[in-house]
């Protein structure tokens, strides 16, 4: 497998180029989080349980999610510095930037929501603006899949136009997903840093290939390894007892880079896609979960409850770091099995497709059968925000 893994178009060492993205994210992200902690905690910027949904003991700071975007901000500028000059396409520098932007879009969305309590269209017409930042640099999914296996010829105008609701649609699932995620201490970073390591070797092996042509191979390194940073920068204040949370700020944010690595990922093959999509697994299969369960007990989609995967799980005597384990050991499956079908092999990109969907599917018995749809007894608790 290690032979698929590494291309002959560059050498492994090629992601070595971009460590100060790494350092720079981890270091400006654990220095700006402790900072964000102390301004919260003076200001009052904070929050506080209300024994329903909000079960965590005493007040803790926000701004974790501003802490984030300064490191990955100061990541993603190391990494411009690092290729200037080597000839890089233009095209390579406005991606980034174009991230940046959007990034810096959403966490001011959710920092507003976090402080004043946005409505759920407010918050979703922000994170559209932020979508339609990548959409303006460029950043949008490649349609060639249809002409390879359904015959169409699709022109770029049109390519365009099919794209702009494709990213949306993966901006407002992302962020809310990883909105929905962030329940537990550690349990939203820990996952995030999970998917985005298997992200990161799925871009470093797409490097080696080099699989683009208008600088998309470096783009999704920097990405990956900026994120990866500053999430792991921010967990250590994260983690139970957590002393800072992130926020919708902080979720909205990391929702916000994930989709749009996906996004780059779709820039030719669409096996690629598929697989960033699996790694993705756990975020959608608790959403799914949320959206449904909601539906069936006829409760308000948009209000907040304590019916979520992790916690039933609490609520059925696992101990929280048990459960923060457990869901990261979900994370690491759908991740393995995203990277495992997603390399140069003979599996063809259709029967990677039917596997996938098997999988989800028997995702979807487990959750039924162990009766995780249900709402009764804690489950029920609602909180409107």
């Not at 402790?34 to 007040?59: E, N, S, Y």
């Not at 983690?239 to 919708?248: L, Q, S, T, V, Y």
């Not at 959206?291 to 069936?296: F, Y």
């Amino acid at each position: 497998m290690l032979d698929y893994f590494i291309g002959p178009e560059r050498p492994i060492r090629w992601v070595l180029q971009f460590w100060p993205v790494l350092v720079c994210s981890f270091v400006f992200a654990l220095l700006a989080t402790a900072l964000c902690k102390k301004i919260a905690l003076k200001f009052g910027i904070v929050d506080r349980p209300d024994d329903h949904v909000k079960t965590h003991k005493g007040t803790v700071a926000y701004l974790g999610g501003v802490g984030i975007l300064i490191g990955v901000i100061a990541g993603i500028l190391a990494g411009i510095y690092c290729f200037l000059g080597r000839g890089h396409p233009p095209s390579t520098l406005l991606w980034l930037f174009g991230v940046l932007t959007g990034g810096a879009v959403v966490c001011f969305v959710g920092l507003v929501d976090d402080l004043f309590d946005l409505k759920p269209y407010q918050k979703m017409l922000g994170q559209i603006v932020a979508a339609m930042v990548l959409v303006a640099v460029g950043i949008r999914p490649s349609f060639s899949f249809l002409q390879a296996y359904l015959g169409w010829n699709v022109s770029q105008n049109v390519e365009v136009i099919l794209g702009i609701p494709v990213v949306i649609l993966f901006v407002l699932g992302a962020t809310n997903s990883l909105n929905l995620l962030d329940g537990l201490d550690g349990l939203c970073a820990g996952v995030t840093v999970i998917m985005t390591m298997a992200l990161l070797l799925l871009a470093i092996h797409l490097g080696t290939w080099a699989s683009s042509n208008v600088g998309g191979d470096s783009v999704r390194v920097i990405v990956c390894l900026g994120l990866l940073g500053a999430v792991c920068g921010f967990l250590p204040f994260n983690r139970h007892p957590a002393k800072i949370f992130m926020g919708d700020a902080g979720s909205m944010l990391l929702g916000f880079f994930v989709a749009a690595l996906m996004i780059l990922f779709a820039e030719k093959a669409v096996r690629w896609w598929m697989a960033s999509v699996v790694v993705f697994g756990l975020p959608i299969l608790d959403t799914v979960v949320a959206l449904i369960r909601r539906l069936m007990n006829h409760r308000p989609l948009f209000i907040s409850d304590r019916g979520h995967i992790y916690d039933q799980m609490i609520d059925r005597g696992i101990p929280l770091k048990k459960t923060v384990v457990l869901c990261y050991a979900l994370a690491a499956l759908y991740a393995l099995i995203g990277l495992a079908l997603s390399l140069r092999t003979q599996i063809r990109a259709r029967y990677a497709l039917m596997i996938y969907v098997l999988v989800f599917a028997l995702s979807a018995i487990i959750v039924w059968r162990k009766g995780y749809l249900k709402m009764e007894g804690l489950r029920g608790a609602a909180h409107k925000k």
